[in-house]
């Protein structure tokens, strides 16, 4: 009998310090994040980068891809339809400030949410949503500050935060152009809206 996973988890280093360290995402979004596969280029890691920004690599693997991007999401939504899956978006990158100025997510925060969300531990505490991204953020978490969870609250300038936020909606929305004709509009919408 082949196995199915029942969680995925896309992970991302988010160097503009504005995505959720965790988000639980519906079909749609699941979708939309998974076209996008976004992280960061770093100044000190990335030869010309001087600021944070913004990559998009389709399916996290674009440079190992045979098919066109949108074949693997139809796969993908296809496993998302067919069975109990629930997928996860994990912010690895910054908080509290954009890269340079705010801090590292911690590894144990990382891990302590990756197993929450396995465990279903957070499955069933109240949700918000983002304003600018959409996402699904559980309000507590066994083992993290509730404060972690909510990005701008971390934040001391939230002028700077806001700017920072829709700059990085901006970067996903120019990005998702190149699919807006080849994917549902419940996909489409399912991204930042700007």
């Known amino acids: 009998m082949e196995a199915i996973l029942k969680t995925y988890f896309f992970f991302s280093a988010d160097a ?3 995505l959720p360290p965790i988000s639980r995402l519906t079909a749609e979004q699941t979708i939309y994040y998974f076209l996008s596969g976004y992280t960061s280029k770093l100044a000190g890691v990335e030869q010309g980068i001087v600021e944070p920004e913004a990559t998009f690599s389709p399916c ?14 139809e796969m993908l939504m296809l496993m998302l339809n067919s069975h109990n899956v629930s997928a996860w ?3 690895t990158g910054w908080h509290r400030g954009k890269y340079g100025e705010g801090t590292r997510i911690s590894i144990a925060v990382t891990r302590s949410l990756i197993h929450a969300a396995l465990t279903e ?12 991204f959409g996402l699904h953020v559980p309000g507590q978490c066994p083992d993290v ?3 972690l969870l909510t990005p701008r609250e971390l934040w001391k300038d939230k002028h700077k935060y806001d700017t920072n936020a829709y700059r990085l909606a901006c970067a996903f929305e120019h990005n998702f152009r190149k699919y807006q004709d080849e994917v549902s509009v419940d996909i489409s919408l399912s991204g930042p809206q700007v």
């Open 16 to 18: 503009f310090g504005v």
């Open 60 to 73: 996290f693997a674009e440079p190992f891809l045979v098919f066109n991007p949108t074949k693997y999401a």
């Open 89 to 91: 978006l994990v912010n």
């Open 121 to 132: 531990k957070i499955d069933d505490v109240e949700y918000t949503v983002d304003p600018v």
């Open 145 to 147: 500050d509730e404060k």
